[in-house]
């Protein structure tokens, strides 16, 4: 099956494994995210949203990015000059146009901002859907991406249940879609939101409790 293991202690602490952690993003769902939708606020900027979002992550090798990066393509969206780049771990990334800031990244990020209160009034996505924010100076906007569920995900929780082991998600994605997913997959446990420092922390909180 093309899995080495490297010597056989490997093997025997297997045998003791108790707790199965999981990301969502690539492991459990396809990886494979679709833009499902650009969405402004006001309405009628969504052209201006998708172009920025585009140029910010043509950079980025994120799945998220992946999935708005080929929609800009296959939109054939022109690229806007942008400078000033930086990434921002675990919340998005920023950029200068002209004289203005652009932030793109995680709700609660943006949320911070000038733009909260609009943020505020705008609920929060269906469960499925992951999102991803765009500010600038007088513009507010999210795209829409849904990330399939992979076909072997189901089988391969009910086995790890099956051999009485608990099965957790760590993911940065929303509380909702977390849940979302818990409920199709049956899983023991979600936690949702994370920071990848914050995944460590769980996982190193699970070692600790044995």
Known sequence: RGILFRGGAAVQKLAEVNVVALDKTGTLTTGELKVERVESFPPGQEPEIAQLAYSLE??????????????????QLALVELGQFESVTGLGLKARHGAES????????????????????????????????????????????????RPQARAVVKDLRQ??????????????????????????DVRAELKPEQKVEAINSFTQQG
């Open 102 to 149: 652009v932030l793109l990244g995680r709700r609660e990020w943006l949320a911070q901002g000038p733009q909260a209160k609009v943020i505020a009034q705008v609920p929060s996505t269906e469960a499925g859907f992951s999102e991803v924010w765009l500010t600038r100076a007088g513009l507010v906007g999210r795209v829409l991406l849904r990330d399939d569920i």
């Open 58 to 75: 043509r950079l980025s090798s994120h799945p998220l990015a992946r999935a708005i990066t080929r929609y800009g393509k296959q939109q």
């Open 163 to 188: 051999l009485s082991l608990r099965t957790v998600v760590l993911t940065g994605d929303r509380q909702a879609t977390g849940e979302h997913l818990k409920n199709q997959l049956g899983l023991d």
